[in-house]
C-alpha cells in the first residue's frame, strides 16, 4: 500500500463528514486508489466511532480502530501508526484546523528534500495571548531542559517514509512524548511554514501545558537530577561561608547574632528545598515504576475495516 492516512478521533463528530471529503480527494492525487484512512477513536464521548464506521462500510478504504477507552492523544497516534501499512504516512488531527490539502506540499518537498520527514510549522502561533505566552514559555523550558532541539510551534501533521515510522515504533516507553520521540528518532527532517485554522478552543490549557512540560523533561532529560546536586552544592557554599561569618563575628566583635527571623526563614527555605527535590526525585520514580510493570499503553476494543485480516 502506498499511503496511510492516520487520525484520531475525539470529540470529531461535527468535522468527521468534511474531514473525510477532503481527506480522500487528497489520498486519491497522491496514491490513486492505493491507499488507507485510519481513524482511531480515543474513547470518544460523542458518537465519532458510530459516524466513522458508517463511512467505513460505504468506503474500503477506511479502517476504524476503537481504543477501550481514553488514552490521550499521543498514544492514539501512536496506536494508529502501528495500524498504518503504506509506504508512506500522513499523520494529522481531523479537527480541520489542519489541511488534509497540505499532503501535496508536504510530499513536494519530501521528493525535492530527500528527506525521511516533512512536518508542518506555524508561522505565528494560533489562539488569545494567553495561549501564545503559555505555548512560547512551554517551547523555551523544553528546549533549555532537554538535550534535543524540539521545533517550535510544530503540528500534529505530517507526512512520513515507512522506515522512519518503523523507527519511531521501536520506542517501547509507556509514558513517552510522541513529540519528542519524533526529533530523537532522527534521520532528514524538513519543516514547511503552514497556517493553523481554529475551529475550536484548545483542550491545551495552562495546566496541562505545564503537566506536559514535566512528562516530557523527566522523560527525556536527567537535568532536574543534577539541578538537585547543584543547588545542593549551592546551600553548602553558602551555609559554610555564613558560618564563618558568625565565627568571625563572634571572635572578633561584640554584635550579637541575629537570631529568630533569620533562623524561621533558613528552615523555611531548606524545608520547601527538601520538599520540592524529593518531588523531582518521586516523579522519577513514579516513571521507573510504571515503566517496569510493562502494561499495554493502549487497549483495541475492535477493529472496523480491512485492517482485521492483518493484525
Not at 278 to 303: A, D, H
Request: with cysteine.
Amino acid at each position: 500500500m502506498k499511503l496511510s492516512v492516520v487520525a484520531t478521533l475525539y470529540r470529531s463528530a461535527p468535522h468527521l463528514a468534511e474531514f473525510y471529503r477532503r481527506t480522500t480527494i487528497s489520498a486519491k492525487k497522491f496514491a490513486g486508489a492505493d491507499y488507507e484512512i485510519v481513524l482511531v477513536n480515543d474513547g470518544s464521548p460523542d458518537n465519532s466511532l458510530e459516524l466513522a464506521v458508517n463511512l467505513m462500510e460505504n468506503d474500503p478504504h477506511v479502517v476504524v480502530v476503537d481504543l477501550s477507552r481514553n488514552f490521550g492523544h499521543h498514544k492514539a497516534m501512536r496506536a494508529g501508526l502501528e495500524h498504518a501499512s503504506g509506504e508512506y504516512v500522513f499523520l494529522i488531527d481531523s479537527d480541520l484546523e489542519e489541511e488534509p490539502e497540505w499532503l501535496s506540499s508536504f510530499a513536494d518537498q519530501m521528493a525535492e528534500d530527500d528527506s525521511d520527514v516533512v512536518y508542518g510549522v506555524q508561522k505565528s502561533r494560533k489562539g488569545d495571548f494567553v495561549e501564545r505566552w503559555s505555548g512560547y514559555i512551554y517551547y523555551s523550558m523544553l528546549n533549555w531542559l532537554l538535550n534535543i532541539d524540539h521545533p517550535k510551534n510544530i503540528t500534529t501533521t505530517r507526512l512520513m517514509t515507512r522506515r522512519y515510522v518503523n523507527a519511531l515504533l521501536k520506542y517501547q516507553e509507556r509514558e513517552a512524548v510522541i513529540s519528542c520521540l519524533w526529533v530523537l528518532t532522527g534521520f532528514r527532517q524538513s519543516p514547511q511554514t503552514v497556517k493553523k485554522h481554529m475551529t475550536s478552543e484548545t483542550t491545551y490549557g495552562l495546566g496541562k501545558k505545564i503537566g506536559h512540560l514535566v512528562n516530557a523533561v523527566t522523560s527525556f532529560s536527567d537535568f532536574p537530577l543534577r539541578l538537585i546536586f547543584y543547588c545542593g552544592l549551592v546551600v553548602l557554599s553558602c551555609s559554610l561561608i555564613y558560618a564563618a561569618f558568625l565565627v568571625v563575628n563572634r571572635l572578633f566583635t561584640t554584635e550579637p547574632v541575629d537570631g529568630w527571623t533569620s533562623i524561621m526563614v533558613s528552615v523555611w527555605l531548606l524545608g520547601g528545598m527538601i520538599m520540592s527535590f524529593i518531588g523531582v526525585i518521586g516523579i522519577y520514580l513514579s516513571k521507573i515504576f510504571s515503566e517496569t510493570k510493562q502494561r499495554p499503553y493502549v487497549i483495541v476494543r475492535k477493529i472496523y475495516g480491512q485492517s482485521q485480516q492483518r493484525h
